[in-house]
Nanobody, 122 residues
Framework: QVQLVESGGGLVQPGGSLELSCAAS????????MSWFRQAPGKERELVAA????????TYASSVKDRFTISRDNAKNTVYLQMTSLKPEDTAVYYC???????????????WGQGTQVTVSS
């Protein structure tokens, strides 16, 4: 069965950094684009970043483009989200998801992890 397990969330001060990890299993990891979404209290879930199946292409939300980096290690079946210069508005539950195809332009996610909480507060 498809399984996505996020880790690395926690409490960090504004301006700080965190790296999230997503361990994937139960499917051909290298065949699918992967993504990170986030959802803050009272807000809609939003796409943060996505990476193509081979890691050669990435896309980011405008709000995080110069601060976050998505990457993947296909040998380890793991996706990462390196977050720097964190702001209070980055506070959210962050979810790892599998996209429906290999491209960053895949139109939907079909599997989701349980999420990991990121709180940015002084």
């Amino acid at each position: 069965q498809v399984q996505l397990v996020e880790s690395g969330g926690g409490l960090v001060q504004p301006g700080g950094s965190l790296e999230l990890s997503c361990a994937a299993s139960g499917f051909s990891f290298r065949s699918y684009a992967m993504s990170w979404f986030r959802q803050a209290p009272g807000k809609e879930r939003e796409l943060v970043a996505a990476v193509s199946s081979g890691g050669q292409s990435t896309t980011y939300a405008s709000s995080v483009k110069d601060r976050f980096t998505i990457s993947r290690d296909n040998a380890k079946n793991t996706v990462y989200l390196q977050m720097t210069s964190l702001k209070p508005e980055d506070t959210a539950v962050y979810y790892c998801s599998r996209r429906s195809a290999a491209s960053v332009w895949a139109t939907r996610s079909d599997y989701w992890g349980q999420g990991t909480q990121v709180t940015v507060s002084s």
